[in-house]
């Protein structure tokens, strides 16, 4: 399998939720608001056999009136029409911010997916959960697709198998109904884990976050996936770290 990474680059965010561009060589962390973390921000495509499989799709910003995820793709040589499946860990806007984008003028009101070739794969607790919690979290206009669009695959049970080689599982360890993926192909294991697993340090170490819905479980989650994957090579991809995207030890 072949892993790309689509690094979108360091942010800011603060309690406005919102995502402001952060420049190490610019910028300083002690100017921005207090509270302010540093999140990086990386999507994955995995090409395997059968698939080009996209997992989240980042924050959905334009870059000179490019989506930046398509830029991303197509300068990795991906050509973003060519992406069969998107596998959804959760719907935070951080990580579903490039789902749609809104309709052209005097189109129909619903906005369109950005991978149209794609099935989108997401869990209907989570769908529900952010269409009921909203602002400034998830943002409703760029999920409404989600509900309408027939290529939208929705998964109903706590575990379970897409295509016989692909595996998630509902955890409920960073948000009430985040679900983290598997890929099994000749003998070798991705995990992608999304916000459960998000940066390669945190699996190292014991270490609890206080912005996880239930970071007791989240921790224990880490350290169970960190020895099961060392002990069996398992790839693992990390979300939230560009400076190490991929572990395998």
Known sequence: MKIIPLSEGTFTIDKTKLFVSFDESQHELTDRPTGSLLVEIQPFVV?????????????????????????????????????????????????????????????????QLNFPNATYYVHQKELDYAWQKGFPSYLPDELEALLHAEQVAVLHDEEGTIDGYISYQLTGAHSPFHQVFWIKEKGETIFFGGDDAPQLQQMKIRYKTKYDHDPEKAMKLRQEWWEKGNAEGWTYLFYHDIKFPTFKK
């Open 47 to 111: 090409v395997t056999e059968r698939d080009v499989l996209l997992l989240d799709t980042g924050l959905g910003y334009d870059v000179n009136g490019k989506l930046q995820i398509h830029s991303n793709m197509e300068a990795a040589g991906i050509d973003p029409a060519s992406v069969t499946k998107v596998l959804l860990t959760h719907l935070h806007k951080d990580h579903a911010g490039g789902i749609s984008h809104p309709p052209a003028e005097g189109h129909s009101t619903e906005g």
